[in-house]
């Protein structure tokens, strides 16, 4: 499981320039604390319009995010349980026909929002999730030959949980490349437990909070963010990270195109929340483990001598020389 709550990612040293982002991370952190990091990678995702997948036990906060950050932004919220019975027409929607107009009518399913939960996406039909992960890449969804585009913001948080494997439907890989990052929250730490308690003794925090900010502005900072200047030795040390991992001898699938693009984007977003229009190599590294580690698979001979994802991209990292930037002035 990745680590990512070591370092805050967003700067709070300074007046930051992106007032209404960090409107949006101090608000959720009144719900979900402890996990600034996590929330933060949320919001790099919600800027670059790529979507999370969230593998992690039960009970540590995963709904409670989404809602806090759907809130935040005045955006509709919406949870589709995922169950082995689950058909695709209970994700994209359904046409039906109206005996008093004669005609058809598409009553929209729940991923017609702007925040998704996927809750427990490896318990449905590989059916199921492929509608899910269409709509995703595709923006629409098509019923009865009709297309309809999904409102904007649009993020899926999609869950699994890594520890039940009886009754469940393991994405494939050509699926996992579908969300930017795959992320986990990890327990509490004790402190951070005992303050949990203390906050939802008479109500729980999620009922307090208030939007802050509204799509609007968000969509302008996605604007924004795909200005965020990316050097041309930056280009290509993202692309030599993803090369490497496709050579490496323990290495059955290294990332694809779509994980150099993803986590081109990233970077870019992380950028922006720390205050900065251009990209520098750290914050390449940074997202390297969240953006790449779900788009690899080891030889089994290589998974069975102990190897881990992890530790390959972190060797990887240290075998490519790190591009000497100069920082942009305003």
Do not use: W
């Not at 953006?291 to 240290?318: C, M, P, W, Y």
């Amino acid at each position: 499981m990745h680590n990512t709550q070591e370092k805050s990612l967003v700067n709070r040293d300074f007046d930051h320039p992106n007032q209404p982002l960090m409107d949006v991370v101090n608000n959720v952190e009144k719900v979900i604390i402890g996990k600034s990091n996590a929330v933060q990678l949320c919001l790099v995702a919600l800027l670059c319009g790529g979507h999370v997948l969230l593998e992690d036990v039960p009970g540590v906060g995963k709904t409670m995010m989404v809602r806090a950050l759907s809130k935040s932004l005045g955006c509709e919220f919406k949870r589709i349980q995922f169950t082995p019975d689950l058909l695709p027409s209970d994700v994209t929607g359904i046409s039906i026909y109206n005996q008093k107009t004669n005609e058809f009518e598409f009553r929209p399913g729940p991923i017609m929002t702007n925040v998704c939960l996927a809750d427990e996406i490896n318990r449905t039909s590989p059916k199921t999730q492929s509608a899910l992960l269409e709509a995703m890449e595709e923006s629409s969804v098509t019923v009865d030959g009709v297309t309809y585009k999904l409102p904007e913001p649009f993020l899926v948080m999609a869950t699994q949980n890594p520890i039940e494997y009886e009754g469940t439907f393991p994405l494939p890989e050509a699926q996992l490349d579908r969300f930017l990052l795959k992320l986990n929250l990890g327990y509490p730490t004790a402190e951070d437990e005992v303050d949990i308690l203390g906050r939802q003794q008479l109500m729980h925090p999620i009922e307090e909070i208030s939007q802050v900010t509204d799509a609007q502005t968000l969509q302008a900072m996605q604007k924004q963010v795909r200005e965020v200047h990316v050097e041309q030795s930056i280009r290509e040390y993202i692309v030599r990270i993803a090369t490497e991992t496709r050579k490496h001898q323990a290495v059955y699938l290294g990332a694809s195109p779509r994980g150099s693009l993803a986590l081109f984007k990233a970077a870019q977003a992380l950028a922006f929340t720390l205050g900065r229009d251009y990209v520098v190599p750290d914050d390449v590294k940074q997202l390297v483990p969240v953006t790449l580690a779900h788009r690899i698979i080891l030889k089994s001979e290589a998974r069975l001598g102990g190897a881990s994802v992890e530790q390959i991209l972190r060797d990887i990292l240290k075998g490519i020389p790190v591009p000497v930037t100069r920082e942009r002035v305003k």
